[in-house]
């Protein structure tokens, strides 16, 4: 027996959930799980190729929590680097900074393009 709400299990002489009070149903809930959890939408929220206005941008953003990423052209992920170095002010094309789908609307609040 499995209870609707909370999805534990009972053996089948009990008939109601006691963390839930309701009664138990003989087959497992269907839950409503997301295939795939680990795929996010992102959003671009701002374009530059000023490294230097990148970087504010992420503070600004990380400083509220919010995670993003930055991709160029010739990039992945330009965080994913590690710490800044000369290198990056060869860094030629614009960079796109991307958040969360979820996070857009903040994002764009903070950045002041809202
Ligand atoms: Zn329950």
């Known amino acids: 027996m499995f209870c ?6 009972f053996i089948p002489r009990v008939k109601e959930c ?3 009070n ?5 087959k497992v809930p269907k ?4 295939s795939n959890p680990e795929y996010v939408e992102l959003v671009t929220v701002l374009v530059t190729r000023d ?5 504010i941008a992420k503070s600004l953003l ?11 052209e010739k990039i992945q992920n330009l965080f994913g ?13 614009p960079v ?5 789908d979820a996070d857009a609307n903040d994002a764009r609040a903070i950045l002041g393009k809202s």
């Open 18 to 20: 006691p963390d839930c």
């Open 22 to 26: 309701v009664s138990l149903i003989e």
């Open 96 to 100: 796109q900074l991307q958040v969360a």
């Open 51 to 55: 490294m230097g206005e990148l970087m």
């Open 31 to 34: 839950t409503e799980t997301n």
């Open 62 to 72: 990380e400083a509220e929590g919010i995670y993003c990423f930055a991709k160029g």
């Open 4 to 9: 609707p709400k909370c999805g534990d299990e």
């Open 81 to 93: 680097y590690g710490s800044l170095g000369a290198g990056y002010n060869l860094l030629v094309g």
